[in-house]
């Protein structure tokens, strides 16, 4: 779609922006909706996972005879039944059955099919599994340590010249940035460099993952899936079974949170596998402990940053060296971390380097933003230390090197209009900056970026008999997009909210769409609803021309009817929407439109944040007194949703910033895995989080739109440390910045 | 002609070299010649990485042209959460 530059914040919309009821509100306040676990078949056996206790270990052997001999047990199955077909899936393979090695604590080493929950738990303890324990690494400095154990003896540091030629732990490392950071430290009046460290946060989601796979004699199979993605999982199973697309039908469950997590496949193939071998259906539910030892948290990181600025506090140079380890595969998010880092700046001097790190903990998965919040902590609390250093003003320091439209990016593209001044501006004048700090308390400010993407996309839009309408959507929704999608349906087509009805359709019933993340789908499933329903108004003109008698051409659509274009196209009454829909039988057989598009200029995301907290010197204890969030929406569709998404990218932001993360033993087994342990921010934690919604509206989308999903969760670490600072002097370099850590900090402030 | 410059893991798998002067009428045609200049970059051109063409950001469309003299910068793939 080319882009549309003299989109305004000027135009009118009827239906956009206002905050009608969500679609599938009723179904989850009353318990009627169906996640995951609420699906049951004829017939069907529950499957369980056995997981490795080590972290580390090679798999001698695994012998299932015990269980197998179980009354009641129909099924087991090990890496045996999952055949290396596609070198492409090996990692995701590994990860969902471990073959020669566990590679984590947790760490999925074989599954049985039986009659109940109960005898399929009793087979568990059955199965033997033979281990010789290897030693085990779990941080990433540790592992980047020349006598670190190994994970693999083939792994050779990619992006290093000359090429290694001893193996490593240490996956790729890469490179971003532009101009020449040491001329621009030397011409610095202040230099601050600081290491950071932060703690792998889960994505904490309350629905743990679920499952049912049928798979049928035919070789024919269908799926019900707690997940972000369908076709995703779709893509995944079929490739993993070795299964033609067509033969797998999979349907999408109401989602109870993902936030990325859900973006890739755990459980879904080994039940697909029980299934097969036993020829009938199997339910895998995950506990809470089974989600925190094996499905993606996020990486812990320790990133050194510098910051070299001009007295008149114009940033000369900056530069960052990240360590992301991202468990036991390549691909943790330190390339999105290394070029998210210093995005919100204009630099003519910026650099940095991404360490890619393999560990003994579970494979990463995406989490809001992935790689951004764990860099931003150190950027931003260094541009804090930096404009405390100058005498300057902080959010007065980031408006004097905020990027803007035609800043080259840290990490390449030019921006076209971005919101970051926009965010800055809001910030500066909204009551929260503009009122006292509260006694007692420290006030952090930050900022945050994030991509956002757009991707391919299908929808369907049905008219019908009555006039109400119908559409189809290939994303999940998993935060309220489906008042999103009908609102912007009826403001295309001119007709209320009420007669429009969103449905999330499985993968037989409509085309290939990508999952739901990266802040995609208000921005791609509403651009591809916004053309189908170009295209249905186009058909109800042509019906609307028959009746009249007179050309198509001379027909056009305004406020949801067709009506004359001009006075030479003759004096009609307006047909309305439902008029033509009361027709369309005897005017030309059923309406209806659809619309596959490639959604790309996604329009990039800035938010600023504020935090007043307090500290306990005794305790430790933080309490968040006022928190205020302020976020480029481009054009908010659902402002409540949009309020939603950016109230709960910012909590679980400072949750990973004040209490979360995972704890590992020394042998590398995951300490804390459940919510009494692994502390999330609870409703009685927070404040009402206050939001400001900027709009500066996206050319590359009709309406303007922009995601909003992620960026939010940028900010809240770095706006909290700057918080504790001016709470308490004292310059935290470690998230959690928990109530141990931080009277730890206090001590080692008193003996100095 | 446009001035091509590689960014992140992409710049470590062209021998260093993180610029190229190219005459290309359009994305993938960009992508073939990259590819025969630098051959180890042709698996990432073929996996999909993002193109941006000015302040226009393309993660997968081939045959979207290069305006002569535009700035295009070669990004690894972006995904989310």
Not at chain 1, 661 to 677: A, T
Request: net charge negative; with cysteine; aromatic share 6%.
């Amino acid at each position: 779609m080319p882009l549309d530059e003299t989109l305004t914040n000027e135009r009118k919309f009827k239906v956009v922006g206002t905050r009608p009821n969500r679609p599938d509100g009723i179904d989850k306040v009353t318990g009627r909706a169906r996640y995951g676990a609420d699906m049951t078949m004829p017939g069907m056996l529950w499957g369980m996972i056995l997981r490795s206790p080590h972290a580390h270990a090679r798999i001698k052997g695994i012998d299932a005879s015990k269980a197998l001999a179980l009354s009641g047990v129909k099924a087991v199955v090990t890496a045996e039944d999952f055949e290396m077909r596609d070198d492409d899936l090996r990692d995701t393979l590994i990860n969902v059955m471990a073959r020669d090695k566990a590679l984590y604590d947790g760490h999925t080493v074989a599954a049985v099919a039986a009659t109940s929950k109960s005898i399929a738990k009793k087979a568990l303890k059955l199965i033997e599994v033979d281990y010789d324990v290897l030693p085990a690494v779990v941080d990433e400095n540790a592992a980047m340590a020349p006598d670190a154990p190994l994970l693999y003896d083939d792994m050779f540091t990619q992006g290093v010249d000359p090429a290694p030629t001893k193996p490593s732990n240490v996956a790729n490392v890469l490179e971003f940035g532009h101009g020449d950071v040491e001329a621009g430290f030397a011409k610095a009046d202040v230099v601050i460099e600081r290491t950071f460290k932060t703690g792998a946060t889960h994505q904490g989601y309350i629905e743990p993952h679920a499952c049912v796979a049928s798979y049928n004699p035919d070789g024919y199979a269908e799926m019900w899936v707690c997940t972000q993605g369908h076709f995703m999982i779709r893509d995944n199973c079929a490739r993993l079974l070795g299964m033609d697309l067509s033969r797998l039908r999979v349907t999408a469950s109401e989602i109870g949170g993902g936030f990325g997590g859900k973006t890739t496949v755990f459980i879904e193939p080994v039940a697909l596998a029980l299934s097969k071998k036993t020829g009938r259906p199997v339910k895998i539910v995950m506990s809470r402990d089974e989600v925190f030892r094996a499905t993606g948290p996020t990486s812990s990181s320790t990133n050194r940053v510098k910051i070299g600025a001009t007295k008149d506090g114009r940033i000369v140079a900056a530069e960052a060296e990240l360590r992301y380890q991202g468990g036991p595969f390549a691909g943790s998010p330190v390339e999105w971390g290394a070029m998210t880092a210093f995005a919100c700046y204009d630099l003519e001097n910026v650099k940095t380097v991404g360490y890619d790190v393999v560990c003994n903990r579970p494979k990463q998965a995406a989490y809001r933003a992935p790689g951004a919040p764990m860099i931003a902590f150190g950027v931003e609390s260094v541009m804090d230390d930096v404009a405390h250093e100058l005498g300057m003003d902080p959010v007065d320091f980031r408006i004097l090197n905020q990027a803007k439209e035609g800043t080259k990016s840290s990490y390449g593209p030019t921006y076209g209009p971005i919101g970051i001044a926009a965010c800055l501006d809001a910030l500066k004048h909204s009551d929260h900056y503009q009122s006292p700090v509260p006694e007692g308390c420290g006030r952090g400010t930050a900022v945050g970026f994030w991509f956002n993407f757009g991707g391919q996309t299908c929808v369907g839009l049905n008219v019908n008999e009555d006039g109400t309408v119908t559409i189809q959507l290939g994303t999940q929704d998993i935060g309220g997009s489906r008042a999103s999608m009908c609102l912007m349906t009826a403001e295309a087509l001119g007709i209320p909210y009420e007669d429009v009805r969103a449905v999330n359709a499985d993968t037989s019933a409509i085309g290939f769409t990508e999952t739901t993340e990266g802040s995609r789908t208000t921005f791609s499933s509403g651009m591809a609803l916004i053309k189908a329903a170009g295209e249905t108004t186009k058909k109800m003109c042509a019906r609307a021309a028959k009746v009249w008698g007179i050309p198509e051409e001379a027909v056009e659509w305004v406020d949801g009817a067709a009506r004359p274009a001009g006075d030479n196209a003759g004096k009609f009454d307006p047909m309305t929407f439902k008029e033509i829909a009361a027709i369309a039988h005897s005017t030309g057989g059923p309406i209806a439109g659809h619309s596959e598009i490639n959604a790309e200029n996604a329009g990039e995301g800035f938010a600023a944040h504020i935090c007043d907290l307090k500290v306990d010197p005794e305790t430790g204890f933080t309490e968040v007194v006022r928190y205020t969030v302020i976020q480029d929406a481009g054009k908010a569709v659902h402002p409540s949703y949009v309020e939603g998404q950016m109230q709960g990218a910012a909590a679980q932001g400072i949750g990973w910033a004040l209490n979360e993360e995972y704890i590992y033993s020394e042998d590398g087994r995951l300490q804390n895995p459940g919510f009494l342990d692994y502390r999330i921010p609870v409703c009685s934690d927070l404040p009402m989080l206050e939001t400001v919604i900027v709009e500066v509206p996206n050319p590359g989308h009709p309406f303007g739109v922009r995601g909003v999903g992620e960026t939010s969760i940028v900010p809240p670490l770095g706006a909290i440390g700057n918080a504790v600072r001016n709470a308490t002097g004292m310059r935290m370099l470690e998230t959690p910045m928990s109530p141990p850590r931080l009277v730890a900090a206090f001590r080692e402030a008193a003996k100095a | 002609m446009v001035k091509v410059t590689l960014n992140g893991s992409l710049r470590s798998k062209a021998g260093g070299q993180s610029e190229f002067d190219i005459d290309a009428a359009d994305i993938r045609d960009l992508f073939r010649q990259l590819g025969e200049l630098q051959p180890k970059l042709k698996p990432l051109l073929d996996d999909g990485v993002v193109v941006a063409i000015d302040n226009q950001i393309y993660r997968d469309s081939l045959f979207q042209p290069l305006p002569e003299g535009s700035d295009v910068q070669l990004l690894p793939k972006l995904a989310g959460g």
